[in-house]
């Protein structure tokens, strides 16, 4: 899509990010808190608005030393497969570089392995989860 601006620490409303990661994640709509979240424990996040319709998001958050993860990367599902995740991770790549960071981390489910790592440029790590307390919905 060529008509998608892209802006790190672009101005979003809960509602909206509420909204796509329901759309996203084909879960219910909460009423989550993202401008608390973000502000509290992110460097930053890149929102994808397509007119001025939010269609992409990823947070990323960080130690606030040389490591950077991916969390949440959520694109509208009627916006898929033209390039907007990849370019929400590249924007994000970008500025955590910019911020001095020297690691980006992403953690995704098995589907995803080919958009992270052909995609995106990722590289295979090992990695482990602890499940602290089932899923609720």
């Given at each position: 899509?060529?008509?998608?601006?892209?802006?790190?620490?672009?101005?979003?409303?809960?509602?909206?990010v509420n909204t796509l990661h329901a759309d996203a994640f084909a879960h219910r709509l909460f009423d989550d808190d993202w401008q608390t979240?973000?502000?509290?424990?992110?460097?930053?996040?890149?929102?994808?608005?397509?007119?001025?319709?939010?269609?992409?998001?990823?947070?990323?958050?960080?130690?606030?030393?040389?490591?950077?993860?991916?969390?949440?990367?959520?694109?509208?599902?009627?916006?898929?497969r033209h390039g907007v995740g990849a370019q929400l991770v590249k924007t994000a790549e970008e500025a955590a570089r910019a911020a001095g960071?020297?690691?980006?981390?992403?953690?995704?489910?098995?589907?995803?392995?080919?958009?992270?790592?052909?995609?995106?440029?990722?590289?295979?790590?090992?990695?482990?989860?602890?499940?602290?307390?089932?899923?609720?919905?």
């Open positions: 899509m060529t008509d998608v601006v892209y802006n790190w620490r672009g101005a979003f409303s809960n509602a909206e979240l973000v502000d509290a424990h992110s460097l930053g996040w890149v929102t994808a608005r397509r007119q001025d319709r939010l269609i992409g998001f990823v947070n990323v958050i960080w130690d606030g030393l040389t490591h950077a993860w991916l969390q949440d990367t959520i694109v509208a599902s009627d916006a898929r960071c020297e690691w980006l981390h992403v953690d995704f489910d098995d589907d995803l392995t080919s958009f992270y790592f052909d995609a995106c440029g990722f590289v295979p790590t090992n990695g482990g989860l602890i499940e602290l307390q089932a899923a609720t919905d």
